[in-house]
């Protein structure tokens, strides 16, 4: 496999955990931190170097972890773009592809489906190639839109979607393979929300459909997930893991 660098997003305050100096990428899931899950899936997936980018209750994060990492800190908080702009300025030279988790979900996802999306991003060479599954339940989350035909046309965040939008259960859990130079060419092109001002990374997907560049969506369909924000959801994550891993 070409080399593959990874980035874990871990720099969010998590405002609904109601925590003032722990992150919550640092809380345990199942006897260990979040976040090392995900490094745990990255190390698996022969994923070198991984790049955290940090914010938030830093200390906490970096306590939690005890493997080789690169840190890149996001002083200011503008959203997951902003946050991957970060943590490519602390990239080696050579690293020509990444794929970028989340610090408080990756305890889910399984091994096959992110080396498929991975050597499906390789092989087609692509700019960019993401994940998709399928919620009964998926407020709150990313919806993907697509055309009659069943091509992507964007993913919309919740906040953004209309009434008619929010119905799909089809949903990006943000998690993603990227070519490097498409990340420098396109980052600085992603617009503030107008309703959170943040920078959403995953406008680069419309950014991709817009200007022709090779992407694809690897489905997953319906998996047991569950991204976290507030107490009750680490105590669901918490019930979900042991019941899909028992």
């Not at 119905?167 to 993603?176: D, H, L, V």
């Not at 924000?229 to 891993?245: F, I």
């Amino acid at each position: 496999m070409n080399k593959i660098g990874g980035v874990i997003l871990a720099a969010g305050m998590g405002s609904r955990m109601n925590s003032t100096t722990t992150n919550k990428v640092a809380l345990p899931l199942a006897g260990k931190p979040m976040i090392v899950h995900g490094l745990d899936l990255l190390e698996r997936l022969n994923v070198d170097p991984v790049v955290i980018v940090v914010g938030f209750a830093k200390e906490s994060v970096m306590k939690a972890i005890t493997k080789k990492v690169i840190y890149a800190e996001q002083i200011e908080r503008l959203g997951t773009a902003h946050a991957v702009q970060t943590a490519i300025t602390e990239l080696p030279e050579g690293i020509e592809n990444i794929i970028v988790i989340q610090g408080d979900d990756s305890a889910f996802y399984k091994e096959e489906a992110l080396r498929k999306m991975i050597d499906l991003h390789l092989s087609n060479e692509n700019a960019l190639t993401f994940l998709t599954i399928e919620l009964s339940d998926p407020v709150g989350l990313g919806r993907v839109v697509r055309d009659e035909s069943g091509v992507i046309l964007k993913i919309v965040e919740e906040k953004d979607a209309t009434e008619e939008e929010k119905k799909i259960k089809e949903i990006n859990p943000a998690c993603y393979v990227f070519s490097v130079s498409f990340l420098r060419k396109y980052l600085p092109q992603v617009k503030k929300s107008d309703i959170t001002g943040e920078y959403y990374l995953v406008n680069l997907i419309e950014l991709a459909q817009i200007n022709n560049e090779k992407f694809e969506a690897v489905k997953n369909g319906p998996i047991a997930w569950r991204g976290v924000n507030t107490p009750d959801e680490l105590r669901e994550a918490e019930n979900l893991y042991q019941e899909v891993n028992s």
